[in-house]
């Protein structure tokens, strides 16, 4: 029997789905790309955004159309918009025949076979306890791995329905997540990203309550296959100076710190329920700044947060300019249900300020990424090729510093390290020409 995983939402889901395939693929199940030829299909959802929840339910519409063709195609949704909706969906889609939670994703085999089996049903059990590297997994990527290292969330940002989703931070035992790593370095992966919606708390729920990330970075390099340990996302309070000394100190360890600061308003960011204020983290960013030159730092912001005014977007974009990030993700304020925002807070900054900041947003971060570009204008910079950029033959690669470059390759030097000689650059991407293989 043939299987489709379509994956909405972050790097953890799309590591999760590779976690099923590769499950699914062990009991005997056969891996397909397309859709209307499988015989299940999971839906791997999230329920960050509206949008996001929006395409949901526009695939489950998509394939559950399959069934007119298919009477034995079931349907299955995980992820977080199964763990918000749980029973809900399957009162609302009549098409689908199971919902299960972001934490017993390794249960599949059999919630698959429980709904071939004709029974319809939500499982929500926790089996993270049984979560280790033994689980085989089906990576997308022949040399690069992404592995979670921290499941859940403990900080309930107020607009924010993870920790509802997740639950609460549970870390896997170092000794596990280092076997993993093993296991990818034996077959020759060079690059390995460690995943945790708060990754620089890992370990804290040890018993010493000290962060581990540093350890687990330290403990990866020794492998020689491995080249690049990237790690993300980061809590702004979480990261220790440890952390901080590793990334310098540590060839391996990559100069690159996802950092969302969400807001540059001290008002807001005590409404958001963030726990630092914009001075600590232009603090912080300086910090990493100077321990690590090399380093490039990008951020998410929010705009429109309910009764953010003028004055705090101001705050925002100052932060913005002294922070010089490398890129920002910037959503206008949606409200979440669910969350502390929803409930309490009036969402009354109109749509079209809302928009009107994100742009201006895009704008400057747009000015600051062509400026700091211009320091690569003729370098030759080291990258490892991830695959295809274009249609033609435009290949993209990265840098230690997470730069993306762009120039003309070949499928078979995917993987590989290239020295890339750049000749143009944009707000976006470098572009260049492969100097040295
Ligand atoms: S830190 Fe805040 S925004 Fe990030 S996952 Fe946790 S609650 Fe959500």
Redesign the pocket.
């Known amino acids: 029997m043939k299987f489709y995983i379509r994956t909405f939402g972050c790097q953890m889901n799309l590591n999760e789905s590779e976690i099923m395939a590769g499950l699914l693929t062990e009991d005997g199940f056969e891996w397909t790309e397309n859709p209307e030829e499988a015989d299940i299909i999971i839906i791997n959802s999230c329920s960050v955004r509206e949008k996001a929840e929006n395409k949901l339910y526009g695939a489950i519409g998509g394939y559950g159309k399959f069934k007119e063709k298919n009477k034995n195609l079931i349907i299955g949704i995980g992820g977080c918009s199964a763990e918000k909706e749980r029973e809900n969906l399957l009162n609302r889609f009549k098409n689908i025949d199971f919902v299960f939670g972001t934490r017993n994703v390794i249960d599949i085999p059999n919630l698959v076979k429980r709904a071939l089996g004709g029974e319809r049903f939500a499982d929500f059990s926790d089996k993270l306890d049984e979560v280790n590297y033994i689980i085989p997994k089906r990576p997308f990527s022949k040399h690069h791995a992404w592995i979670t290292v921290i499941y859940g969330?403990n900080?309930?940002?107020t607009y924010?329905i993870?920790?509802y989703t997740r639950g609460f931070e549970k870390s896997r035992p170092i000794d596990d997540v280092i076997n993993e790593v093993k296991e990818y370095a034996e077959k020759g992966y060079k690059e390995v990203t460690f995943l945790g919606?708060?990754v620089d708390s890992y370990g804290k729920d040890f018993g010493d309550k000290k962060p581990k990330l540093d350890l687990l970075i330290q403990k990866s390099a020794q492998f020689d296959s491995i080249k690049r340990i990237w790690f993300m996302?980061s809590?702004p309070t979480d990261i220790t100076d440890s952390l901080i000394e590793t990334i310098a100190n540590e060839e391996k360890a990559a100069k690159y710190v996802h950092l969302?600061v969400q807001s540059g308003s001290n008002r807001i960011l005590k409404s958001m329920n963030r726990r630092y204020t914009k001075e600590q983290f232009i603090d912080l960013v300086n910090k990493i700044k100077k321990e690590v030159p090399e380093v490039t730092i990008s951020s998410d912001i929010i705009t429109g947060f309910p009764s953010e005014t003028e004055q705090d977007f101001e705050e925002t974009v100052d932060l913005i300019k002294k922070c010089r990030f490398e890129r920002i993700n910037i959503a206008e304020y949606s409200p979440r249900e669910g969350t502390i925002a929803y409930k309490y807070f009036k969402d009354d900054v109109p749509k079209r300020i809302k928009n009107k900041r994100l742009q201006h947003i895009m704008e400057i971060q747009k000015k600051i990424n062509l400026e700091e570009n211009k320091k690569y204008l003729g370098e030759i910079l080291t990258i490892i090729q991830e695959g295809k950029a274009g249609k033609d033959n435009t290949y993209m690669g990265r840098t230690i510093n997470n730069k993306l470059v762009i120039y003309k390759s070949q499928d078979q030097l995917n993987g590989q390290f290239l020295n890339i000689k750049i000749n143009k650059i944009s707000p976006g991407p470098l572009y260049g020409e492969i100097v040295e293989v």
Request: net charge positive.
């Open positions: 969330c900080k309930y940002c924010c993870v920790p919606q708060n996302t809590y969302p």
